[in-house]
């Protein structure tokens, strides 16, 4: 079946740094979503990605959509103690399911 | 004013034991959804309905049975509790069932639920 994989597991990162994060899926994908969750908190939607190559900006945030709706990637600049948490990708399923990938867990050292 | 409320937040509770959790949204939404997350932060889809009507079942146990009365509301009840279902319990809702442009997922904020 169709798997969303995302790439690191962990993410530990110097405030200030920037860092990327990746979500590969085994099969085209009509579109994508990315959800945060706080330590201790719920996943909480931060945007969808429809067409091929777009990019999305949300203040230091940059979302991007693969060529060939295959791959997402989420980049962070000049990381800050509020970005700490898991960023989720996920993207449809076969029986119209939300598939969410394994998530990236997200430290920043201060 | 919570858009979907969950309880119990925590609850913590005996092997064999039969527990419920409860949950309402108030956004209009057609569709819910429980979903699972395990201590590795996996997050998998165990119900959905859309309209009263179940959509989804995956693979779990048939210990857990959900029910929902109105589609306001979807309620899970567990039987029979096992270690292994220690986990965050989140209950959602979305305006239409499957991930299409424009349809998001909102969760509740979780039941804590340890088995011990």
């Known amino acids: 079946g169709q798997q969303v994989m995302q790439i690191p597991q962990y993410q530990h990162v110097q405030e200030g740094e920037d860092f990327t994060t990746y979500c590969n899926s085994s099969?085209?994908?009509?579109?994508i979503q990315w959800y945060k969750q706080r330590p201790g908190g719920h996943p909480v939607f931060l945007i969808q990605?429809?067409?091929?190559?777009e990019v999305k900006k949300q203040k230091r945030l940059t979302f991007q959509f693969g060529e060939a709706k295959k791959n997402s990637s989420l980049h962070i600049t000049a990381t800050q103690t509020t970005d700490v948490g898991t960023y989720f990708c996920?993207?449809?399923?076969?029986?119209?399911?939300?598939?969410f990938g394994g998530g990236t867990r997200v430290l920043v050292k201060p | 004013d919570t858009a979907v409320s969950q309880t119990p937040k925590y609850l913590v509770t005996q092997m064999g034991n039969d527990k419920s959790i409860k949950c309402e949204q108030n956004?209009?939404?057609?569709?819910m959804y429980w979903y699972k997350q395990d201590s590795k932060k996996f997050l998998k889809i165990m119900f959905s309905?859309?309209?009263?009507?179940?959509?989804i079942n995956e693979t779990v146990p048939n210990r857990f049975s959900p029910k929902s009365p109105d589609k306001a509301h979807l309620n899970l009840h567990i039987n029979s509790l096992e270690l292994g279902d220690s986990a965050v319990y989140f209950c959602?809702?979305?305006?239409?069932?499957?991930?299409?442009?424009?349809?998001?997922?909102?969760f509740g904020e979780g039941s804590w639920l340890t088995v011990v």
């Open positions: 959602a809702s979305s305006q239409l069932p499957g991930l299409s442009p424009g349809n998001t997922i909102y």
């Open positions: 309905y859309n309209n009263k009507e179940l959509i």
């Open positions: 996920a993207g449809p399923a076969a029986g119209n399911k939300l598939t």
């Open positions: 099969t085209t994908l009509s579109n």
């Open positions: 956004l209009g939404h057609d569709t």
């Open positions: 990605l429809v067409k091929s190559g």
